[in-house]
């Protein structure tokens, strides 16, 4: 028997204010996730977006608001202020036959002195940005200890754009006794990090159509004269954000950019020749997918930390099969599918077999297609990366670039924006390519936290 809101629980004036809108009956998330929040659990919820996952959190935390009570009861966490903007504007909708009810947002880019005095005034949610939530609780804005439930919305969005320290230090602020409930589209292991830290035995809930990733394997056999034309038409056929090619020795990686280069490629390096400040710059860029190819030895290799490598392309099969599992695993992570390509000569037939027998996995024998079309190579990475002279030694956090640049003065939307990562001394910011030349401007005429300093796309 299939599960309907009244099946749930569901106090009479928000199941009244629910059939109102039109929904008839639960999602599947919110059939598994209200009945656990309902009863005071953490717990850790892998959803899509469009799955209903606001519901499932809004619903139970207005059923145990205690509306006599003025003083924040729970926090919604939200990577971006259209994303907090929306969940507000839901909570408020479910809401809207609880009298009395005050639901704010707090988000960075909007003046902080009207956020204290709504603050003063009561209020019984807040759904907020990390960096100026955390603000608030440094100025000791509103009472911490009434917070009975934390969500995080969009948990592996904020871990992505460098909010992790941020939500760590809410997390450890708010009281040790509150419910907390992780919302995320994939489960990396940063998500794991915060739930080992700042959960009590979570319920995991997963509503995907497919519970696993997938890695598949194939190869294709060209003579060694024709392996730079085979890496470009299957660039061409694969048409990816981010591809990582391997190659053996620093000769063919600097052969394999240059080419790709000349044809107007999207591409970087990373080899034994980099200086640190250099390959941080290279790694931001490929993170941020600002840079499309990104071309490595194996020792070169060993420090990218990057989830969601769409193809990895073995331009020159490794000698060694741990060598190859490395390579390979870069790709298929955090929820998704993946795909490992190698060009291999004639000869190395049999290193194919074995390395097949070896990991009990299919590699398939494929054919790129058979024409080039340069236009497709050459598109530019959807992505473009700022560079900014600030960062941790000044006191910056991500939300205070976030501030920046979704502010009056950025006046850049949230969702144009991906990737804060803040070094000691650098930052390194991801925002659409349309946006980038103004995002860059706004950090240059603007301030962050009343000091200039110098922005570049690199």
Same mark, same amino acid.
């Given at each position: ?9 569901? $106090? ?12 008839? %009956? ?27 996952? &606001?519901?499932? !959190? ?11 009570? /003025? %003083? ?43 956020? =204290?005095?709504? =603050? ?13 939530? =955390? ?17 995080? *919305? ?32 994939? !489960? ?42 085979? #890496? ?27 080419? +790709?280069?000349?044809?107007?490629? /999207? ?6 020749? +980099? ?10 860029? !490929? ?23 769409? =193809?990895?392309?073995?331009?020159? #099969?490794? *000698? ?10 870069? /790709? ?25 027998? @070896? ?18 190579? /050459? ?14 030694? *000044? ?38 390519? $349309?946006? @980038?030349?103004?995002?860059?401007? @706004? ?12 922005? &570049?796309?690199?």
């Amino acid at each position: 028997m299939s599960a309907t809101f009244q099946s749930l629980r569901i $106090a009479q004036p928000l199941q009244s204010v629910i059939s109102e809108i039109g929904f008839e %009956s639960p999602t599947a998330v919110q059939t598994q996730a209200i009945p656990v929040m309902l009863k005071g659990r953490d717990i850790i919820v892998q959803s899509q977006t469009g799955s209903g996952k &606001t519901l499932a !959190f809004a619903v139970p935390i207005l059923q145990k608001l205690k509306l006599t009570k /003025s %003083s924040p009861q729970a926090l919604v966490i939200c990577p971006t202020r259209e994303l907090c903007t929306q969940v507000a504007k839901e909570i408020r909708t479910l809401g809207r036959q609880l009298h009395g009810l005050v639901v704010t947002e707090i988000c960075g880019g909007q003046p902080i002195r009207q956020q =204290l005095e709504t =603050l003063r005034r009561g209020v019984h949610i807040i759904v907020a940005t990390p960096g100026r939530l =955390l603000d608030h609780l440094s100025r000791d804005s509103f009472d911490r200890h009434g917070i009975n439930v934390v969500v995080l *919305d969009e948990a592996d969005r904020m871990l992505d754009m460098g909010f992790g320290g941020d939500v760590a230090e809410i997390l450890q602020a708010t009281p040790a006794s509150r419910q907390t409930a992780l919302f995320s589209a994939t !489960f990396p292991h940063g998500i794991k990090e915060i739930s080992k830290q700042h959960q009590s035995a979570p319920l995991r809930i997963t509503i995907e159509d497919k519970l696993q990733n997938t890695l598949r394997h194939q190869v294709t056999f060209c003579p060694a004269e024709e392996k730079s034309d085979v #890496l470009l038409l299957l660039l061409q056929q694969y048409n990816v954000d981010r591809t990582l090619v391997f190659c053996n020795f620093k000769k063919s990686v600097n052969g394999v950019v240059q080419s +790709l280069r000349r044809l107007g490629c /999207s591409v970087d390096r990373l080899d034994g020749d +980099l200086q640190q400040y250099q390959r941080d710059q290279v790694l931001a860029k !490929f993170k941020n997918k600002s840079t499309r190819v990104l071309v490595a030895t194996d020792v070169a290799g060993r420090g990218i930390d990057v989830d969601d490598i769409d =193809l990895v392309i073995n331009y020159e #099969l490794p *000698d060694k099969l741990h060598a190859y599992q490395h390579r390979v695993g870069r /790709s298929a992570r955090a929820g998704k599918d993946g795909l490992a390509i190698s060009i291999a000569l004639p000869k190395q037939q049999k290193k194919v077999r074995a390395i097949s027998e @070896a990991l009990d996995a299919q590699i398939e024998q494929v054919t790129p297609p058979p024409s080039l079309h340069l236009d497709i190579v /050459s598109q530019d990475a959807k992505m473009r990366t700022i560079q900014i002279s600030c960062g941790r030694k *000044d006191k910056i956090r991500p939300g205070d670039i976030l501030g920046a640049l979704t502010g009056d003065a950025g006046g850049l939307k949230g969702s144009d924006i991906g990737k804060i990562d803040v070094r000691d001394k650098i930052t390194y910011v991801a925002v659409e390519n $349309a946006s @980038a030349t103004s995002a860059a401007k @706004a950090i240059n005429h603007g301030r962050i936290k009343k000091k200039k300093f110098r922005a &570049t796309i690199v």
